[in-house]
């Protein structure tokens, strides 16, 4: 399947830093063969900040119910979790 | 490459910043739905418009599930009324907006808007019919939202319109006055009103729009004013280019919804009205931004300077960011909808005068002040009047939504719900005008009006 922009999302995890959060994000990722394109991870302003580029062109599940259960793991680790198409960011900040 | 802190600033938008597609409105011709037989122009109307704009509100909550982009509003504009029901043998145009509501509340929109006419430059006997019926319409109608054109750059000013309207708006609060007179919240009266506005209560699909389109409304005071933010103190010429760059970004948002909207739907994408508009929500206001330049309090001296340069930057960040831009396109000031707004108004810190003046800057007018119950009609027409002049002699779209609220004298609050929020009655100054308004006939047009 073609790679463009519509599968292709950007995902930003921000909180407390704790032990274990790629791997828990890394495994749920796996589990629906949601392929990690790109992976920074920063400390801000004292804040852990990870931002991975995932490629959903073979993914079980859609961006919807994605969005969903990480926002779910996000919300029990104090870590806040969204997933939106890079199709986004790419209009907002390149002309 | 999309940078980290690109990214960062365009989560924090949407989680900190309440940036929001504020509205995707369909617009529907319905010229086809005349029909000298009033119960079957009704039933046209009905089965078009629920056709047409079936799948809107899932489309509009797909794209907002797919995008992770909050669209606040799934709204539908029609051509006005008037125009449709002149060629219906009634008198009494209720049906009507009975029909669009019920088409309305099918298609699970919130609101519709169209319920108008245009008579900038007189009234035909459909648009009499219309007006007559307005009071009715709005008190038996829950989403149908009612606009009048009684001005144009073009045309000069209807003041027989404007007289007429002090009374209408008069009416629709009595007939409403259980619900603190709400149906004046969906009426509005303009000067140069624009066609393909997506915005309500003055959303209409004018005479020379398509078959139907999409019209899309951003909005994203919250953003502003956090980029606002991190330039305090630093000289003007900083704050418009900041202002600028905040509006670009919004703006691209909105026109991606739009053309997504528009493609999923098979709809033409008609234009991008990049308007600031605020909500009750903390965060969320125009208020605060103007304050965010330097004021103590929107209504301060200055403010009037701050808002002129607000709407204008506000316009050439956005123009760039869209390819068709139209509908109202500035920043709006309501007060009820507008937390910073209602918390200078209830303080006295801001007088409808002021309000005015700031009106000559900014895209809409008097939008959303409640006013005592027992001003005359004549006042009422006054303001009209006043804000209609304003529009007509600055080549600007001007618009007056007053709120009289029977029973209440200045400072009682009243709460109207959601979106349009509560407000202050505000002191109206009592000296007549009617004379004047009795007068009636019609303001000519500028001087300026003549360019060919």
């Known amino acids: 399947m073609s790679t463009n922009d519509k599968n292709i999302a950007v995902m930003t995890v921000v909180g407390s830093d704790a032990v274990g959060i790629i791997a828990k994000i890394s495994t749920i990722l796996a589990d629906n063969d949601i392929n990690i394109k790109d992976i920074t991870q920063t400390i801000l302003d004292d804040i852990f900040t990870m931002i991975m580029i995932i490629d959903l062109s073979s993914s079980k599940i859609n961006i919807e119910d994605l969005s969903k259960l990480l926002t779910e793991v996000g919300e029990s680790r104090n870590l806040s979790i969204r997933v939106q198409l890079k199709e986004l960011f790419n209009i907002m900040h390149r002309i | ?452």
């Open chain 2, 1 to 452: 490459m999309i940078t980290d802190l690109e990214v960062l600033e365009t989560i924090r938008m949407f989680q900190e910043q309440h940036l929001d597609v504020r509205t995707i409105t369909m617009g529907i011709n319905l010229m086809d739905c005349a029909d000298e037989n009033p119960e079957r122009a009704c039933t046209k109307i009905y089965d078009k418009i629920t056709r047409y704009a079936e799948n809107l509100v899932s489309v509009g909550e797909q794209i907002s599930k797919d995008y992770q982009v909050p669209i606040i509003n799934k709204r539908i504009s029609v051509t006005p009324i008037s125009i449709i029901a002149a060629a219906s043998k009634v008198d009494n145009y209720v049906c009507f907006a009975k029909a669009m509501d019920a088409a309305a509340k099918a298609c699970g929109v919130n609101f519709i808007g169209g319920f108008s006419a245009l008579v900038n430059k007189g009234c035909t006997h459909s648009d009499e019919k219309l007006m007559a019926s307005i009071p009715e319409s709005l008190a038996q109608t829950d989403f149908v939202c009612s606009s009048l054109n009684l001005a144009s750059s073009r045309t000069g000013i209807n003041m027989d319109a404007v007289r007429s309207m002090g009374r209408i708006i008069l009416e629709t609060a009595e007939l409403t006055k259980d619900r603190d007179a709400i149906g004046c919240a969906k009426l509005v009266v303009f000067a140069n009103a624009p066609e393909d506005n997506p915005f309500m209560a003055g959303s209409f699909l004018g005479p020379g729009e398509p078959e139907c389109e999409i019209n899309v409304g951003i909005s994203g005071p919250g953003v502003i004013k956090s980029a606002l933010e991190t330039v305090r103190g630093q000289d003007l010429g900083v704050v418009a280019e900041t202002i600028k760059k905040s509006a670009f970004k919004i703006t691209r948002v909105g026109e991606l919804v739009a053309r997504e909207a528009s493609r999923r739907l098979n709809v033409p994408f008609g234009i991008i009205d990049l308007s600031l508009a605020p909500t009750p929500a903390i965060g969320d206001s125009i208020a605060r931004i103007l304050e965010e330049f330097g004021l103590e309090d929107c209504g301060a001296w200055g403010t009037t300077a701050a808002l002129a340069m607000l709407n204008d930057a506000v316009k050439k960040g956005g123009t760039m960011a869209s390819s068709f831009v139209g509908g109202l396109s500035g920043a709006f000031i309501p007060v009820s909808e507008d937390e910073g707004m209602i918390d200078v108004a209830k303080r006295g810190a801001i007088n409808l005068e002021k309000l005015e003046a700031m009106t000559c800057v900014c895209s809409v007018g008097l939008d959303m002040v409640a006013i005592p119950g027992d001003t005359p009609a004549e006042i009422i027409s006054g303001i009209i009047a006043d804000e209609m002049a304003i529009g007509t002699f600055n080549n600007k779209t001007t618009a007056v939504r007053v709120i009289p609220v029977p029973g209440k004298g200045v400072g009682d609050m009243v709460h109207f719900g959601g979106l349009l929020g509560s407000a202050p009655i505000m002191h109206v100054n009592p000296s007549s005008c009617k004379a004047f308004i009795d007068r009636g006939g019609r303001i000519p047009a500028p001087i300026h009006s003549m360019k060919n």
